[in-house]
């Protein structure tokens, strides 16, 4: 129990300290947010090569993308992703009903608009994983109702990529 | 030596890829031998390649020696990148990577 609420506290400390820090130097919204992103990003991959250490070899894509939702999300954030729709033509869609950095905020519509901030770091944590697993990614979110979250991750990247 | 069977590494893993499920193991085993040596090689899941190099007058070594050591080789690696301080595809500059490594050169000679 207690090491779940570590990772909540670390990372609402997180987000505001970027914040805060930004406000000094009247930087824009835009850079805050790819700055989690970025931080986001080097965690993925160093979390990818921990957790892939011993499982075996990954069969596509879809197997990948079926590991972030079981074993990475769980090991994160303790719970799987509810649900897991593609086009099988390289766009992935995740959906989490309870997610658990949103939680803790009230279900309204209140702070719908600061919810953004608190999903730059999942963001950066699902395309560093990808990435050092091969992907080249744009990964999205987004919030309809407050602890729900939808990410998007799409791998036309990819595609362009191996065409070259 | 080293170059050409980073080729023969990504031959075995496209046809991996179609192979059975329990063939996918990171451990490649012997990519091929040469008149003075043997080259054995070894993938992560985010593609990293270890290719090892012995000496083909050693028979001491087994396959499973090699094995563990490909795994002591990738646990290391791993501490590597999940140091904060190193730029993942940068040069390796750790102390404890280095003497790891060396720890296994004795194995071999």
Known sequence: ???????????????????????QGE??????????????????????ERF???????????????????????????????????????????????????????????????ASKYLAFTCGLIRGGLSNLGIKSIVTAEVSSMPALTSMSDHTLKKEKLDK | MVHTSLDVVDEKISAMGKALVDQRELYLGLLYPTEDYKVYGYVTNSKVKFVMVVDSSNT????????????????????????????PGDRIQSRAFDSMVASLMPQVC
């Open chain 1, 52 to 114: 892939t250490k011993d499982t075996a070899r990954f069969k596509d894509e879809l197997d990948i993308m079926k590991f972030i939702c079981k074993d990475f999300w769980t090991t994160v954030f303790k719970k799987q992703i509810d649900n897991l729709r593609t086009n099988h033509q390289g766009i992935y869609v995740l959906q989490d009903n309870k997610f658990r950095l949103l939680t803790q905020m009230s279900a309204g519509k209140q702070y719908l608009e600061h």
């Open chain 1, 1 to 23: 129990m207690a090491d779940e609420a570590l990772f909540l506290l670390l990372h609402n400390e997180m987000v505001s300290g970027v914040y805060k820090s930004a406000e």
């Open chain 2, 60 to 87: 001491a070594l087994r396959d499973n020696e090699i094995r563990s050591m490909f795994r002591k080789l990738h646990s290391s690696y791993t501490d590597v990148m999940c140091n904060p301080f190193y730029n």
């Open chain 1, 27 to 48: 930087v824009e919204n835009g850079r805050c947010i790819t700055k989690l992103e970025n931080m986001g990003f080097r965690v993925g991959q160093g979390l990818i």
